[in-house]
């Protein structure tokens, strides 16, 4: 079991990690995986913004992006809707001054657990790879509070890793040494759990189930690219239709909706 850093350490971490990585998709994304494979990572997270959350929201939106890094969502959201307000959140100063400066948009140091917002600011929140960082005696109470911050009818798109996939890969890696940036998961039970928190709904959810099981044989074929791609055009349509086996999934989304009471 993966020890959880302290607040300070990890912050430090993402600081260093941001300093070194600017805006390369790398900085967040696996360090561990060829470009290719992040690539699809990328589309996976790109397309749940587009296609789940931002065709729901209605025009001049205000949407919180926590987490926000040096800005690789935040461009998918300033590109495809204009008019959509966005305000940036990160705990790394040096990423919060690249997602000013890329996109413009307001952008607050600040960490995820005590966000200054008052309850309701937002139509919209996206939590992509982020919620995975906090510590499991603050998960509940500061995602709590973060579904607070959406107004009626308000959506939050969350994305973090599988911890039965992560778990799964340190036993097959023994001895392998996961790093401080890593975070630590969901189980697919607790992130269920997170949809049940009164007031909110599952309005949608997901994974990436053939990405996950065919990844020894796409690290495999990483020096026959022609191969690869061909593969990962084969699995993209799988993984939108089969999200039933998000439990086996890398990663997950979760769609959620403030009901209108
Ligand atoms: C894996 S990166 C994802 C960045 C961005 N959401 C994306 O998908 O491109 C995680 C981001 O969360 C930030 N982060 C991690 N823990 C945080 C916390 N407790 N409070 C605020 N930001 C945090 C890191 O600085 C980093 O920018």
């Keep these: 079991m993966n020890k959880q850093p302290r ?4 912050r430090n971490r993402w600081e260093e990690r941001a300093n070194s990585s600017g805006n390369a998709k790398v900085g967040v994304l696996y360090r561990n995986l060829p470009d290719s494979l ?24 205000r949407v919180l992006d926590l987490g926000c890094g040096y800005g690789r969502i935040g461009e998918t959201v300033t590109r495809a809707r204009p008019n959509i307000e966005l305000v ?14 890329a996109l413009g948009a307001r952008t607050i140091c600040c960490e995820a657990a005590a966000l200054p917002f008052a309850p309701g600011s937002f139509d919209g929140i996206i939590a992509i790879t982020v919620l995975m960082y906090l510590g499991p005696e603050q998960r509940s109470k ?3 509070e ?5 107004r009626p009818n308000g959506l939050a798109l969350l994305i973090d890793p599988s911890q039965e996939v992560l778990n799964l890969m340190s036993h097959l890696r023994p001895g392998s040494v996961r790093s401080t940036t890593g975070g630590a998961g969901f189980s697919a039970a607790e992130y269920r759990r997170i949809g049940e928190t009164g007031g909110i709904a599952i309005a949608g959810y997901g994974g990436i189930p053939t990405f996950t099981l065919s990844l020894p044989l796409l690290l495999a074929l990483n020096c026959t690219p022609r191969l690869q791609r061909a593969l990962l055009r084969l699995l993209e349509p799988l993984d939108t239709r089969l999200r039933r086996f998000w439990k086996f999934s ?3 989304w979760m769609l959620l909706r403030r009901e209108n009471t």
């Design 7 to 10: 607040f300070s350490d990890l």
């Design 38 to 61: 992040n690539e699809y990572v990328h589309r996976f997270h790109t397309d749940q913004v587009s296609r789940n959350f931002l065709a729901r929201l209605p025009h001049g939106a």
């Design 88 to 101: 940036g959140a990160d705990f790394a100063f040096p990423y919060c001054e690249l997602y000013r400066q």
């Design 142 to 144: 500061a995602i709590g």
């Design 146 to 150: 973060l579904l607070g911050l959406l």
């Design 250 to 252: 890398l990663q997950r």
